[in-house]
């Protein structure tokens, strides 16, 4: 949405430089258009800052950028006021007010700022991550930046490709450590303060009492629900202000997890239900992500509002292609190019997402933490290290080494054994593969992530690992936003057993099985090994192998160059952690292949025409023939739409129809009853759980959801014995009649 580029000269013979430094290049390594540049320099030109914004809208601008002669601040995110006062301050507000106090006093929310002060600049962020800083420091400057590329268009930059970045990439699928790319470019830690004057860097990092909250931590010990009041409090405050500052409604992501969940019950809770303007998921129609979040739609009065996204089975050669190259480029080289991601359609909406993994899924939560040898033991045998077994003996040993040197960083900070785990994900994972995703989806316009503000980290971090592992936060945060959505089934997670039992005394925890553990639920499509990905590393295996072949004293620095050649030459099908790693292998190859032209139009659209050319691209046809049977089948049913429209004054049933079409299965007929339960109540104008209409949640209501009694009645038969009855009186006996029967059932009553 906005960059900023922060160069401060060390030598005054070099001064001049920065009032030469070419616009049209800055905006040449700029992943999106831009559709003005604004700078600022010192009196002297010693300090310049450099803000690139898409949007002209001068009511956007005054958001993100103010200048005098003197003094000038760019701003990314929104830096949301700590203060009593939930008006947010704007560029020029914050400058002149608050221009010698750091940025994390006085503000939450999600941000980084740089502010040029004379000949000085200050450059912080928040521990989240959703808003990185890099920089670069060479004899003649200190750069600093929120977009990598933006460093490579300063004269003196040096492109070299750093070799240890590109082990993190064959070892793990992504760059870890503070590193990038390219050896003069560092990506700094999360929530540090940066301050650069008389030609010095300096970097105050936060540590492990940075992450932790003694306080929450006691009170959590002795009311585990009620303890997290005020951050529910604090974070659906934070939305409502964040929908005030942008003055746009939402685009939510609604998947069958809980993160997204979270985000849509602290929405309830600020009054912004309202201003979902759209929600959607991605999936095939028989995935239970798409089943849960359908289901979920329908309980809280989204259904208009929300939207399928389909992923295509197969993608032709120059899609594909095109989509790595983008991929790789829209990632700034830091990931492998099994995220492909695309440029983000430019809307008018805030983009709000979960982004919690940090503090859900650990990696290493399991790992012993009877000593720090036997937990680092534990670690190497616990996530994926090198699933390609690439790395030769000894730089592998040594990578291995360097891995764990991460932790004892934590440990030397004053971090307890049992929280390591933890703080590897929010310092790590988050902030180099996550962080780097937000950065991109800002491209589109502005973006939220309420659980990776600094206050949900710190709350996550200071509970006791028992309390992480039971996913008391996600809970809790639900629990008193929105009651209600608790009881709702995921895709593929459930309340675990430990929460329930020791929220026996203080909450009924429900029971709710996930979709995906149902025998009779097809599951035919994973989102981990999907054809098109598959066919993508099929293509390129000869490619990256010709490249380490050709470069044989580059990569035989790191890589075992015989079983290099043994995984490159196979044609086995790889497992998840194979093609990401596989994949992070050819994003090194095309880091070394092409270096910093990736980052520009031009040198990206010169290197997929070449790829399209070199590719051997065969697409998989495997479930082509029932796909299309599926596509054929629901396509049929399309004609009863207007019949359906009329006699049962729903669309739910169609949709429904849809999915029972792809499915073909019990579970299926399920959750078309609950979602047209809930429909009809809408037809006869009673209120959903919480509809755009209707007034917030009753916190002190803690039943899934309320029922007429002709629905309860309907509700209360179990599918199989509604499918018997309706055998026997010889309705069923296809697809479609079936869906007529429930239909009917649900509006003119089916007796016992």
């Avoid at 025998?519 to 490619?543: G, M, T």
Wanted: include cysteine; charge should be neutral; hydrophobic fraction near 35%.
């Amino acid at each position: 949405m906005n960059h900023y580029l922060a160069v401060h000269w060390k030598l005054a013979s070099k001064v001049h430089s920065i009032l030469e430094l070419n616009e049209n290049k800055l905006k040449d390594y700029c992943p999106a258009g831009v559709a003005r540049v604004d700078k600022w320099h010192s009196a002297s030109g010693q300090t310049c800052i450099y803000h690139l914004t898409q949007n002209q809208r001068e009511d956007l601008l005054s958001k993100f950028w103010w200048h005098d002669e003197g003094a000038a601040i760019a701003i990314t995110g929104f830096p949301w006021p700590k203060s009593s006062d939930s008006k947010a301050l704007e560029a020029k507000e914050f400058f002149t007010r608050r221009c010698n106090q750091a940025a994390s006093s006085l503000f939450g929310g999600e941000y980084s700022m740089v502010r040029g002060i004379e000949d000085s600049l200050q450059v912080e962020s928040t521990l989240g991550g959703t808003h990185p800083i890099y920089m670069a420091e060479t004899d003649s400057f200190v750069a600093i930046t929120n977009r990598q590329s933006l460093l490579l268009a300063i004269p003196g930059i040096s492109t070299e490709i750093d070799p240890s970045a590109m082990r993190w990439l064959c070892y793990q699928g992504y760059i870890q450590g503070g590193l990038s790319p390219f050896q003069c470019i560092s990506m700094i830690q999360p929530g540090s303060r940066i301050i650069v004057r008389s030609g010095k860097a300096s970097c105050e990092s936060p540590t492990w009492q940075d992450y932790y909250a003694p306080e929450l931590a006691e009170q959590a010990r002795i009311e585990p629900i009620a303890a997290f009041k005020p951050l529910v409090e604090e974070l659906s405050g934070y939305l409502a202000a964040c929908q005030k500052h942008w003055g746009l409604g939402w685009d939510l992501p609604l998947s069958g997890g809980k993160d997204s969940r979270v985000v849509l019950g602290l929405l309830n809770a600020g009054g912004q239900v309202p201003n979902i303007e759209q929600s959607f998921t991605s999936g095939p129609l028989y995935s239970p992500d798409v089943i849960s979040a359908q289901r979920l739609s329908a309980f809280t009065g989204l259904y208009d509002r929300h939207k399928l996204r389909r992923p295509p089975l197969v993608l032709p050669q120059t899609t594909l292609i095109g989509r790595v190259t983008t991929a790789l480029r829209l990632t700034e080289g830091r990931l492998s190019v099994f995220d492909l991601v695309g440029l983000p359609q430019a809307i008018p909406r805030i983009h709000v997402t979960g982004h919690q993994n940090g503090l859900r899924d650990s990696y290493f939560r399991s790992c012993s933490t009877s000593s720090f040898q036997h937990f680092a033991c534990d670690v190497l045998k616990t996530h994926f290290h090198d699933p390609l077994e690439l790395l030769s003996h000894n730089p592998g040993t040594d990578f291995k080494r360097q891995y764990i040197k991460i932790f004892e960083k934590y440990l030397d900070e004053g971090a307890p054994l049992d929280v390591l785990s933890d703080l590897y994900m929010v310092r790590e994972r988050n902030a180099h593969w996550v962080g780097i995703m937000s950065n991109h989806a800002g491209l589109g316009g502005p973006t939220a992530n309420p659980l990776v503000t600094d206050s949900v980290i710190r709350s996550g971090l200071s509970l006791t690992p028992e309390q992480r592992n039971q996913e008391l936060l996600h809970y809790a945060l639900l629990r008193l936003s929105a009651p209600q959505l608790t009881g709702i089934p995921f895709a593929d997670d459930q309340w675990s057993h430990e929460l329930r039992k020791s929220m026996r005394s203080i909450d009924h925890v429900p029971d709710v099985a996930p979709f995906r553990s149902r025998a009779e639920f097809p599951n035919v499509s994973s989102p981990y090994l999907p054809n098109h990905k598959v066919d993508l590393y099929n293509a390129v295996r000869p490619l990256i192998l010709r490249d380490i072949l050709h470069n044989k004293d580059y990569y035989g620095e790191f890589l075992d160059l015989d079983r290099a050649e043994k995984v490159f030459r196979s044609s086995n099908a790889p497992n998840t952690y194979e093609l990401i790693c596989g994949l992070g292998v050819f994003t090194s190859v095309l880091l070394r292949r092409y270096g910093a032209s990736l980052f520009t139009a031009e040198g990206c659209k010169s290197a997929t025409d070449e790829l399209t050319e070199a590719a051997a691209y065969s697409p998989s046809k495997a479930g082509d023939s029932s796909h299309a049977a599926l596509e054929r089948h629901r396509g049929s049913l399309v004609r009863l739409e207007d019949r359906l429209e009329s006699d049962f004054g729903t669309r739910l049933a169609v949709q429904r129809a849809f999915t029972l079409a792809e499915i073909g299965s019990d579970v299926a007929l399920e959750s078309m009853i609950a979602d047209c339960v809930v429909e009809r109540q809408r037809f006869e104008g009673s209120e959903s759980v919480f509809d755009s209409r209707a007034k917030p949640i009753d916190q002190s209501n803690t039943n899934t959801v309320t029922y007429s009694t002709q629905a309860a009645t309907v509700w209360d038969l179990s599918i199989r014995e509604l499918l018997v009855r309706a055998r026997s009186k010889g309705f069923v006996r296809t697809c479609t009649s079936a869906i007529r029967h429930v239909a009917k059932a649900l509006f003119f009553g089916l007796k016992r």
